[in-house]
């Protein structure tokens, strides 16, 4: 069975998106203010530390596009060969939705990414791609395992899906690719949207994918 959380965690993140995203778009001075001032002191440390930086620059790739679809397409070729068909339905909408929502929000959404990065990528920067891969891959991971392992299990996991979200986030601010607003709105995208793609899938299927 895949865990649903409440929909009302799927509303509630869906709305700090939105609320994020329309001041992230009027250039909300509070948020430029912090934006900067955090993005300045990367810089500083990364002048400072390029070994560090060089690190990273591989770690984040471990989050791209690429990766996260082949991560996707592993898991409902799993699912599907031993007849799960209802996680093998959720890891397919996971894996085409996410990409495809935050591509399309960089083509509609102008919003400029930190200049002389230590990456870089020519395109809009909300939300990040990188962070809302591993927010997502995290978040799914804890749906389909929740039903599946012991309270010890569950522990496990959310810390693991936790701590790789958020080091997948740290990576794109350290390395300027982001703005921590870009971040934080991967995060919420993640949640509000994974949760709704398990309770997309239908009950018997998300019954049948716990067996």
Do not use: K
């Amino acid at each position: 069975m895949i865990a649903r959380p409440p929909l009302a965690v799927s509303l509630a993140a869906l709305a700090g998106f939105l609320i994020l995203m329309a001041l992230v778009l009027a250039d909300w001075a509070p948020i430029e203010r912090l934006d900067l001032a955090a993005s300045g002191d990367f810089r500083s440390y990364g002048a400072s530390n390029r070994d560090v930086i060089s690190f990273v620059r591989t770690a984040t790739d471990v989050a791209a596009t690429l990766p996260f679809l082949a991560y996707g397409c592993a898991a409902v070729l799993y699912f599907a060969v031993t007849r799960q068909r209802g996680a093998a339905v959720f890891c397919a909408l996971v894996t085409a939705a996410i990409p495809l929502l935050w591509g399309v929000m960089h083509w509609a959404l102008h919003r400029p990414r930190p200049l002389d990065g230590f990456v870089f990528v020519d395109s809009n920067g909300f939300p990040s791609g990188h962070t809302s891969h591993a927010a997502a891959a995290g978040l799914a991971a804890v749906l389909l395992l929740w039903h599946r392992v012991g309270r010890l299990g569950r522990v496990v996991t959310v810390v693991a899906a936790v701590l790789f979200a958020l080091l997948v986030g740290a990576t794109r601010v350290v390395l300027l690719a982001h703005w921590p607003t870009d971040v934080l709105g991967a995060y919420l995208l993640g949640l509000a949207v994974v949760p709704l793609l398990a309770r997309a899938v239908p009950a018997r299927e998300r019954e049948r994918a716990g067996a």
